[in-house]
């Protein structure tokens, strides 16, 4: 191995480890105790170390972003890849965007509520956030109906579930109506 490969290696590594500590600290602490200063502490490099794998937290936050996306679409993809019939695909579909936003409340957050400097639905979409649309698309595309648009439902029904997520988080809609909340969603839009 060359020293350049080294250097490399080392490189990525270094920056796998900021994010994964950005990430954990993310989930214990929330995003406000995110800082340069603390992730330079946790992985015991200097903020300019860190500044040179990125430009600061928006970055940080994107990167973490981008990996939650990825984690998304495989686990959309595991929950419906064995489920023939179409309402209940959906209806896994549903439960398991639900579980990822529970179990990563701050991945979710980077992905979808703070500013990761990460464009989406446009052309120079990163390729991990495109992957986790094709997620949603693959199962929903079957279900839009007669004339309408799979682009278009997957938004919707992606927003609907966003909705779910946020309202559930913030305490405005109890949790214990969440299955009757996925039902009437799947039984209200997905059409068979």
Same mark, same amino acid.
């Given at each position: ?26 989930? +214990? +602490? ?22 040179? $794998? #990125? ?39 549903? $439960? ?56 278009? #439902? ?7 579930? $966003? ?30």
């Amino acid at each position: 191995m060359s020293v350049q490969e080294r250097k490399q290696r080392e490189r990525a590594d270094r920056e796998r480890l900021i994010v994964a500590t950005a990430r954990e600290l993310a989930e +214990q +602490q929330g995003w406000d105790a995110v800082t340069t200063r603390r992730l330079a502490e946790r992985i015991e490099y200097s903020q300019p170390v860190l500044y040179s $794998h #990125f430009r600061g937290k928006r970055e940080i936050i994107g990167a973490v972003a981008l990996q939650g996306a990825a984690e998304l679409a495989v686990a959309l993809r595991a929950a419906t890849s064995a489920v023939d019939d179409p309402r209940t695909r959906v209806t896994a579909l549903a $439960h398991a965007y639900l579980d990822f936003a529970e179990r990563n409340p701050a991945v979710y957050d980077a992905l979808f509520q703070l500013d990761g400097g990460l464009p989406y639905a446009q052309e120079d979409t990163p390729e991990p956030l495109k992957d986790a649309f094709a997620a949603l698309l693959e199962t929903l595309g079957d279900v839009t109906g007669d004339g309408v648009h799979p682009g278009v #439902f997957t938004e919707t029904f992606w927003a609907a579930l $966003h909705g779910l997520v946020t309202l559930t988080r913030a305490r405005r809609l109890p949790p214990e109506y969440t299955e009757l909340r996925v039902r009437l969603l799947v039984d209200r839009l997905a059409v068979v």
